[in-house]
């Protein structure tokens, strides 16, 4: 039994928007994973939710627009995001990385919206997201406005999205994915059930040659207080031979990210996984997009 | 607190009403209110899937999922799945068979993920089985024999086009 | 060795239908809802005092019930250990009483200070949150060889200097100075062998069993009901009794089907608290289930331990002479204490104690403010085999010697005495480890993969590695062992059969029936058991550790077994005076000495319940007291996979071949392997409470960041046998429960070691223990 005062069922966006509007101590509620775990930790007792769980009409689905955006409702399952014929056709890497948190009970409860607006640094999607530059629609009764996730995390577990306002809607433009491969690499101590001890996404557009790196993105969880993407690093490989690039980044990447000491995992050993999966990611998603490694 | 309210749902094939309090999990509901007391209480935080049912036909953590969600739903557990005669269901059967049962408290948990698999009516690799049983943590058994016994259901079933029959049933 | 019609057979579990069908009713199952909850107030300092609690916002909080604190509760200490009690006679053997229901002496972060009850469980938390502390703090320690040095405070009064025990069990002086030595040392010392010296850590790891601690109590005709998940309902009831300072016929402990225990429940935790509030609160039904997360640090994990092992081998392979020194972190109280390094300590000596002509055993208990440890699954075993097969591996790969040749060159034989135990019960009489490495080596292709993997660079390397055990069953002769079976002819000829043994999961109630069928001369299917017992009506037994029961409660059974098999045949006669020579039972008939039928068994049952003559329901009742042990061994041999710039490890293969005596039922003996195994290779890589050194605090105690293995984490586990019979058990059985949680982890060890060359020496070897290691060797 959680420590629920409140429990507002929304009968649709505007209602839950309203709702939020009105109580200032009110939260919403999606797959609850997350929350529900916190409510239960003793993090907000006596709480005042707000659930979406219901409202698939406007907030469950992957969508393809007429102009090539990929739209995802923050409500949409991990686990339909990942089988979605859209995603796959578009934002593969997406689909892996939704594949991997916990187990698959837990993929059919919780939903990507719900991983972002967490904004812990270990969530599987947020290296993906950032790496694709996806774009969150919020709305609130004041209206609606996009964040671009460059400018979502505001700190350890903490996002720009004020108190009042909803995720409605994740995009991907067409110009973010198109041309590239890309790989997701978690690493966790054991291969289910886990938190990410570090992520590593890393998105490549190759030469028709297949022979150079065009452009590359590369984004991580868990190297640093919030998701990142290692700008320097990818600057230093754009325009390089593959060879030469898989050769450089490791370093490069380890160069640009501040991995802290926890009991969890010392600094010294994140920077090795750091150095190590960006190669073998950026070897993986180079593979996938034909090149011979 | 929150006044008590109604749920009505299906559960186990029956039309069900039941009064909940609105901060209950469907974990707390199926066990306290409904007596499915093989929906197990493991670590409320959806680690450990003993209180895995089948919620519209698809294997959900229930600790993890408020009662007031389950308005409308079709709910399956494990005291569902015999034959009204006592005969066991084919994924019960092939626990039993393949000696997957030790202390037995995560298995109603397993037998119901492998019930959502039974259904898709296909057949999967060993690896594949594994992670999709990855949501279940069993202490007694190291799954050799849990996962002996998932094949053999899933086997049995596709060979029986047993998928079919738990269609109409659901 | 002589077949039987019973044993030997892999009938199906009793309980498997139940247990599928979501019958099997457990603990909370049974509990009447809604019923009062309880809740602890765990202290938030890893030592001190309470100097006074506030509750009186608690008490305000709606639904709350009652609150009470270390205040409030009977100045009485007792001790929580299952473990038998001793009367008088031998009152020195009692297990000390150092826990009390709350306490407000702190001596662990999380110690018990207050309870709450309320109507429900978040009544209970805003209760709990209300409540308001005065400590007086003072330092926390956690290294045992640092307390040794003394605190200002001790962590137990009766124990100023904080050493539980000390014990040293060493080569005789003049078995020394025949050979030439003043000392152990000076024997570890000679120049004339080769001398290693290692330092070997393992840490606390916890049983992780699905089902929770949970009770519930309630009053009934003035005495206290209480329905417990435990391994031990007798000790459970007498451990109430001594808690709340009433007669133990006061209490009635049910204990229905549990959800594991794997040593967990062989404590008491919390049901004689629960039981003091029932009676606080009249009789009502107050229900008392641990979380998740106190589990971790509220009962009592595996002790953890550090080692330094010391030995010196000649050129033929042969050890010369060992040592190890033991320290034990038994935590703020001390539960099990000094028996579980002792266990350490043996195992150590038993398994290579061949051809060594010094030994020296030497262990330290101490007491400190980290978590409280106590049994888990083979009971301090693990931690020495660790420590044994560190100093072997390195030796062999050092010397660049066959690692099973060198072992089995040491390891023990049949025809071994301990001399160091009482009498010359701890004794090799059956032993098939020759075999069972022999099996081992060729299911992993042992050869082969020695020479295909030799020569391997790279990040990616593959090794194949070994591990050898022994282990004790039951605890006798350094404890009390006895059991009591009862059986009852029905009036169909079936058999009900009743243990104050318990089903824990393990398949005790399923090999009973065997035994029980096998003694009488019926069908396992005419056995019915009464799986749950109940302290009003079951026979008294210890209960469920040791991998005690089918040898010691399996001796009770085949006694009480004959006794209603020779009462059957006598009441065969009284029918049947004329019945041709001796009478036997078989086929559900009683037949003469040729083998002609003389009656139907369910026949002279109903004559038994119904003769106006002469009517007797045909009933036996045996206590046995077992003296003798056995020793069960075996081997595991695993094939990894380490990916060195990564720090992870695969196991790609592995497999346990045991020498568990005779096979009872080799499907459930088989089913304990895999789960031993798993259990060991989780402690071999991923399993270790993290204990927070400054403050006492664990870290990871959640299923998430203390991490099982999952479906994913393990492959096919696989499990064979080499089977012996065992004279001194009731079937030639010998221990199997814990037996397969010892020797995985170590053989992984070796097998990274025959992969990579790098020797780690802390259990678990985690990544980051793994990237350490191969850092300092400069391979990543």
């Not at chain 2, 943590?137 to 024999?145: E, I």
Request: charge should be negative; proline fraction near 4%.
């Amino acid at each position: 039994m959680y420590d629920i005062e409140y429990l507002h069922e929304a009968t649709s966006v505007e209602d839950a928007v309203q709702v939020l509007a009105r109580d200032s101590q009110a939260r919403v509620i999606a797959g609850g994973t997350d929350l529900l775990v916190k409510n239960r930790d003793g993090k907000f007792p006596a709480a005042h939710l707000v659930s979406i769980h219901e409202l698939h009409d406007e907030l469950d689905g992957v969508t393809l627009a007429d102009d090539g955006t990929v739209e995802i409702g923050p409500i949409t399952w991990f686990h339909h995001v990942t089988t979605s014929p859209v995603i796959q056709a578009t934002v593969p890497t997406l689909g892996d990385a939704c594949d991997t948190p916990g187990g698959p009970q837990l993929r059919v409860s919780g939903t990507i919206g719900g991983n972002v607006c967490n904004a812990a640094t270990s969530a599987d999607t947020a290296s993906t997201l950032y790496a694709y530059g996806a774009l969150l629609d919020v709305r609130s009764v004041r209206g609606e406005r996009t964040i671009p996730i460059e400018e979502w995390y505001a700190g350890p577990g903490k996002s720009t999205l004020a108190q009042d306002e909803l995720l409605v809607r994740i995009r991907i433009p067409k110009d973010h994915y198109e041309g590239f491969t890309g790989h997701y690499f978690k690493y966790g101590k054991r291969r289910a059930l886990e938190i990410a001890t570090l992520g590593c996404c890393c998105l490549v557009k190759l030469s028709a040659d297949k022979t150079l790196v065009d452009d590359i993105r590369l984004a991580f969880g868990v190297a640093g207080p919030t998701p990142l993407r290692a700008l320097k690093a990818e600057e230093a490989v754009r325009g390089l031979p593959l060879a030469k690039a898989v050769e450089a980044i490791g370093a490069l990447a380890q160069a640009d990210t501040h991995p802290r000491d926890s009991w969890r995992a010392s600094k010294a050993f994140r920077l090795q996984l750091i150095g190590e999966m960006s190669r073998r990611s950026l070897v993986a998603a180079a593979r996938k997009g034909g090149a011979t490694l | 607190m929150m006044d008590m309210r109604i749920l009505t749902c299906t559960v186990n094939g029956k039309k069900v009403q039941v009064g909940y309090d609105p901060r209950e999990s469907l974990l707390d509901t199926l066990r306290n209110r409904l007596h499915l007391t093989s929906v197990k209480r493991g670590c409320e935080v959806g680690e450990c899937g003993a209180c895995t049912v089948l919620v519209d036909g698809v294997a959900t953590d229930t600790c993890l999922y408020l009662t007031q969600w389950a308005q409308g739903k079709d709910i399956l557990t494990v005291e569902g799945l015999a034959a009204p005669d006592g005969t066991l269901d084919p994924v019960q059967q092939a626990f039993v068979d393949e000696f997957a049962v030790q202390c037995g408290f995560c298995i109603p948990g397993l037998i119901m993920s492998t019930e959502e698999i039974v259904r898709t009516g296909r057949t999967y690799s060993r690896d594949e089985l594994r992670k999709l049983l990855s949501g279940h943590l069993c202490r007694c058994t190291g799954y050799q024999d849990v996962m002996n016994a998932v094949e053999k259901a899933v086997n049995w079933c596709v060979e029986h086009g047993y998928s079919d029959q738990a269609g109409a049933r659901a | 060795m002589k077949k039987l019609r019973e044993v030997g057979r892999s009938v199906v579990r009793v309980d498997a239908r139940d247990k599928v069908t979501g019958r099997a009713m457990y603990a909370d199952d049974l509990c009447p809802k809604p019923c009062l909850e309880a809740r602890i107030l765990h202290a938030t300092i890893g030592n001190g005092l309470v100097k006074s609690i506030d509750v009186s916002k608690a008490r305000e909080v709606p639904g709350v019930v009652a609150v009470y604190t270390c205040f409030d509760v009977p100045d009485i200490t007792y001790p929580v250990a299952g473990h038998p009690w001793y009367a008088a006679s031998k009152a020195e053997k009692r297990d000390v009483a150092d826990r009390k229901l709350l306490d407000a002496r702190v001596r662990l972060y999380g110690d018990n200070i207050a309870v709450v009850v309320a109507e429900d469980t978040v009544a209970c938390d805003r209760g709990l949150a209300k409540i308001e502390v005065e400590y007086e703090e003072w330092p926390v320690v956690y290294d045992p060889k640092e307390s040794l040095k003394g605190t200002e405070h001790p962590v137990q009064d009766r124990r100023p200097d904080n050493l539980v025990a000390h014990t040293l069990a060493e080569t005789s002086k003049e078995k020394l100075a025949e050979l030439g030595y003043a000392s152990v040392d000076e024997a570890l010392a000679d120049p004339c062998h080769h001398h290693v010296s290692i330092h070997v850590e393992s840490a606390e790891q916890s049983q992780v069993h699905i089902e929770t601690c949970v009770s519930f109590c309630y009053g009934e005709s003035g005495r206290i009901v209480c329905v417990s998940s435990t391994q031990i309902p007798h000790i459970c009831r007498r451990v109430i009794g001594q808690a709340l300072g009433i007669p133990w016929g006061d209490v009635r402990v049910i204990k229905p089907y549990i959800g594991g225990g794997f040593g967990t429940k062989q404590d008491i935790h919390y049901e004689p608290l629960n039981a003091w509030i029932c009676q606080q609160l009249g009789g009502a039904c107050v229900r008392l289930e641990l979380s998740r997360e106190e589990l971790f640090f509220a009962t009592s994990g595996r002790q953890p331990k550090t080692f330094e092992v010391e030995a010196t081998v000649d050129d033929d392979m042969n050890l010369r002479a060992r040592s190890i020194l033991a320290y034990s972190n038994t935590g703020g109280y001390i539960h099990h204490g000094h028996a579980l390094v002792l266990n350490s300590v043996n195992s150590f000596r038993w398994l290579y104690h061949t051809q060594e002509d010094v030994i020296r055993c030497e262990a330290y208990t101490v007491y400190t403010n980290g978590p409280h440890t106590g049994a888990m699954r083979a009971y301090g075993v693990p931690e020495g085999n660790w420590a044994a097969e560190c100093l072997m591996g390195d030796i062999a790969y050092d010397r660049g010697w066959d690692g099973v040749e060198f072992r089995m060159k040491n390891a023990i034989r049949q025809g071994f005495v301990d001399e160091f135990s009482p009498g010359n019960y701890i004794s090799s009489r059956s032993n098939g480890l020759a075999e069972c490495v022999e099996k081992g080596k060729r299911y992993i292709g042992w050869d082969e993969h020695k020479a295909t993997y030799a020569n391997e660079t790279g990040p990616i390397r593959h090794g194949v590695g070994v591990s050898l055990f022994v282990y004790k069953t039951a605890v006798a002769p350094f404890a009390l062992e006895t059991a009591t079976a009862s059986m009852t002819l029905n009036q169909d000829g079936s058999i009900q059969l009743q243990m104050g043994a318990t089903e824990i999961g393990q398949g005790a109630d399923t090999v009973f029936s065997q035994m029980a069928a096998e003694a009488v001369g019926v069908d396992t299917e005419d056995v019915h058991i009464v799986s749950q017992q109940d302290t009003d009506v079951t026979p008294y037994d210890s209960g469920a550790y040791a991998s005690r029961q089918t040898y010691v409660s399996g001796t009770a059974v085949k006694q009480t077994g004959q006794v209603l098999r020779q009462k059957i045949l006598d009441f065969a006669r009284f029918l049947h005076p004329d019945a041709q020579g001796e009478l036997d039972l078989r086929d559900h008939m009683i037949v003469d000495v040729v083998g002609n039928k003389v009656c139907d068994l369910c026949e002279l049952a109903l004559e038994a319940y119904y003769n106006m003559d002469h009517n007797d329901q045909l009933h036996a009742h045996e206590t046995v007291n077992v003296h003798t042990n056995a020793l069960a061994v075996g081997c595991t041999f695993a094939e990894v996979t380490v990916d060195m710039p990564l720090g992870q490890v695969t196991v790609d293969r592995i497999i346990n071949v045991q020498d568990n005596g005779r096979l009872i039922n080799p499907k459930t003996v088989e089913q304990q392997v895999h789960g031993g195994m798993s259990q060991s290779i989780g402690y071999g890589l991923y399993e270790e409470l993290l204990v927070d050194e400054r403050t006492g605090r664990c870290r990871n105690n959640n299923l998430l960041d203390y991490k099982i293995p999952t479906t994913m984490d393990l492959p096919d586990l696989e499990a064979q046998f080499v089977e012996t019979d065992e004279p001194t058990a009731p079937y030639g059985n010998k221990a199997v429960g814990e037996t397969p949680t010892i020797s995985p982890a170590a053989a992984i060890r070796d097998a990274i070691l025959d992969a990579t060359g790098v020797k780690f020496y802390h259990e678990p070897m985690t990544p980051q223990r793994l990237f350490e290691g191969f850092r300092k060797e400069g391979l990543v």
